[in-house]
């Protein structure tokens, strides 16, 4: 069965910021890339969002190319998954989010 997947405004907010960034920093393929991998890692989350947990209520999901990490929520009864947040890996550790 297809879980149904909401993205919040800090994530997208994320999403962007990376693409941006990759945009200025390195180049618009890079910035592409970055968004497929984000694509993969959302569809997964369509098909079987039970990964690891990061706390008692938070799960994530590392991308396949890219260093970042999706952290979520899952609502079995409403077969739903609430993205809360894209974090990349190589940022300082500070804004990380907290347990």
Not at 31 to 59: E, G, I, M, S, T
Not at 73 to 80: A, F, G, L, Q
């Amino acid at each position: 069965m297809s879980y149904k997947v909401i993205v919040s405004p800090i994530a997208l907010k994320n999403v962007e910021d990376a693409v941006e960034y990759y945009v200025k920093e390195v180049n618009k393929k890079v910035a592409l890339d970055f968004l497929v991998d984000y694509r993969r890692a959302y569809k997964a989350l369509q098909k079987n969002p039970f990964y690891q947990f990061h706390d008692n209520n938070y799960r994530f999901l590392p991308f396949d190319k890219f260093p970042c990490i999706a952290f979520f929520i899952v609502d079995e009864p409403s077969k739903t998954v609430f993205i809360n947040a894209v974090f990349n890996t190589y940022q300082n550790d500070n804004t990380y989010p907290i347990k």
